[in-house]
């Protein structure tokens, strides 16, 4: 379980001038260690799209946007095979979780590493259960 969301956001003008009002509205800073309410930063579309990764903090919890995590090619590699779900009644686009077993694979990390017998199995939970409504493997 993690306590921040991490956001893969497209990246066209419209989007990108989006995302910064959502983060004006969420009165978005730049998470910094010693400063515990984080770095004011400038996150106009341009702003934005000059950098591949931020890691912020939020009125409502830590935000991490990643452009390209690790082993995708970004929004429209993982908007493939995302499912949507609802969240507070609002319906959202989340990576399958074979791409979040890949991007944790590629990225590394030892706590990524400690997650992937768990996400494996859950992956292969999910496969079973598909396979026994009939709708195939995917």
Same mark, same amino acid.
């Given at each position: 379980? =993690? =306590? @921040?969301?991490?956001?893969?956001?497209? /990246?066209?003008?419209?989007?990108?001038?989006?995302? !910064?009002?959502?983060?004006? @509205?969420?009165?978005?800073?730049?998470?910094v260690?010693?400063?515990p309410?984080?770095?004011?930063? /400038?996150?106009?579309?341009?702003?934005?799209?000059?950098?591949?990764?931020?890691?912020? *903090? =939020? &009125?409502?919890?830590?935000? &991490?946007?990643?452009?390209?995590?690790?082993? =995708?090619?970004?929004?429209? @590699?993982?908007?493939? /095979?995302?499912?949507?779900?609802?969240?507070?009644? *609002?319906?959202?686009?989340?990576?399958?979780?074979? &791409?979040?077993?890949? !991007?944790k694979?590629?990225?590394?990390?030892? #706590?990524d #590493?400690?997650?992937?017998?768990?996400?494996?199995?859950?992956?292969? &939970?999910?496969?079973?259960?598909?396979?026994?409504?009939?709708?195939?493997?995917?």
């Amino acid at each position: 379980m =993690t =306590t @921040d969301v991490d956001v893969v956001p497209e /990246d066209g003008r419209d989007n990108l001038a989006r995302l !910064s009002e959502a983060l004006k @509205d969420l009165d978005a800073r730049i998470r910094v260690a010693g400063e515990p309410h984080g770095v004011p930063f /400038d996150h106009s579309p341009e702003s934005l799209s000059r950098v591949l990764t931020w890691n912020l *903090v =939020t &009125d409502l919890g830590n935000l &991490d946007i990643a452009f390209v995590p690790s082993g =995708t090619h970004g929004y429209r @590699d993982l908007a493939r /095979d995302a499912e949507l779900m609802t969240v507070r009644g *609002v319906p959202v686009r989340v990576a399958s979780l074979a &791409d979040v077993i890949r !991007s944790k694979e590629a990225a590394g990390r030892a #706590r990524d #590493r400690a997650v992937l017998p768990v996400l494996r199995e859950l992956l292969a &939970d999910q496969r079973a259960s598909r396979l026994a409504e009939g709708e195939g493997p995917s």
